[in-house]
C-alpha cells in the first residue's frame, strides 16, 4: 500500500478575547479613515466577535494599512507567512505598507541652511527630523521616501522673508505647532492626509514669512506629471 505524502493539515490555532479586540480596533481605526461603510463595518465587526480561529480573523483586516503589522503577526502565528511553492510569492495576501520597513529616527537627522537661495532635499527612509534655517530663500523639501505608517517626521524651520515647499504623498496627516509672526503655513486640501501614512510636525518660528504643503508629484490625477 503506496504511503501518504500529502501534507499533514495545519493545526488552527484559537482566537483569544485580546486579539478580537484587537481586530476590532483596526476595523474601527478604519472606519475613522473613512475606509469602510456602515454595512461593511457591522459586518466585520459581528464576525470578528464570533471568530473562533485567528485564521478566520485574518481576512477581516487582509485589505486595511491600518491592521499591516496586527496581519503580519497573526500570520506569523498560524504560518501562514511560511507558505512556499509556485507563485506562492503572488499569492501572499495581506495590506501592503505604504512605504520602506525602516524604523523612524535610524537615520541621521537632515540640516540645511538658505540664503537667498534654496535647493532640493529629498528626506532618506528613517529620518526622525528635518532642521532648516531659511533667510529670503527655501528648500523642496521631498517627504515622499521617509513616510509610511505609524512614520512621525519633525521638520523644524526657523524662517525670516522665505519659506519651504513641502512635498508629501497621500495619507499623511499634517500637525502645526508653529510660531508665526505676521506669517504662516498653507497645507494644501489635497495633501491632507488621515494619518494612515505618517504625520509630519512643523515647528519652528517664522517672521513675515511661511511653508506650502504639496501632496507630491505624480498622486493627483489632474497632475499630469505636474507638482501642485
Not at 502565528?77 to 511560511?82: A, L
Request: proline share 7%; charged share 25%.
Amino acid at each position: 500500500m503506496a504511503e501518504d505524502d500529502s501534507p499533514a493539515p495545519k493545526r488552527r490555532i484559537r482566537a483569544s478575547d485580546k486579539d478580537r479586540d484587537e481586530v476590532l480596533s483596526v476595523i474601527t481605526e478604519a472606519v475613522t479613515n473613512g475606509r469602510l461603510d456602515p454595512e461593511e463595518t457591522a459586518q466585520r465587526q459581528d464576525d470578528a466577535i464570533s471568530a473562533k480561529f485567528l485564521d478566520d480573523l485574518m481576512p477581516l483586516i487582509d485589505d486595511l494599512p491600518e491592521g499591516h503589522r496586527l496581519h503580519q503577526r497573526l500570520a506569523r502565528q498560524t504560518g501562514h507567512d511560511q507558505e512556499s511553492g509556485p507563485g506562492s510569492a503572488l499569492q501572499r495576501r495581506g495590506p501592503a505598507e505604504l512605504s520602506p520597513a525602516v524604523d523612524p529616527g535610524s537615520a541621521p537627522p537632515t540640516n540645511s541652511v538658505a540664503i537667498m537661495s534654496g535647493r532640493e532635499i529629498d528626506v532618506a527612509p528613517g529620518t526622525g527630523q528635518v532642521t532648516t534655517y531659511a533667510l529670503m530663500g527655501g528648500d523642496n523639501i521631498d517627504l515622499c521616501a521617509v513616510m509610511g505608517p505609524g512614520v512621525t517626521v519633525e521638520l523644524v524651520s526657523y524662517s525670516m522673508w522665505g519659506g519651504n515647499d513641502i512635498y508629501v504623498p497621500p495619507g499623511v496627516r499634517i500637525r502645526d505647532e508653529t510660531i508665526n509672526i505676521m506669517a504662516g503655513n498653507e497645507v494644501r486640501q489635497s495633501a491632507r492626509g488621515d494619518g494612515s501614512n505618517g504625520t509630519v510636525v512643523l515647528k519652528g518660528f517664522s517672521l513675515m514669512a511661511g511653508h506650502d504643503v504639496h501632496l507630491a508629484k505624480g498622486y493627483r490625477a489632474k497632475d499630469q506629471g505636474q507638482l501642485e
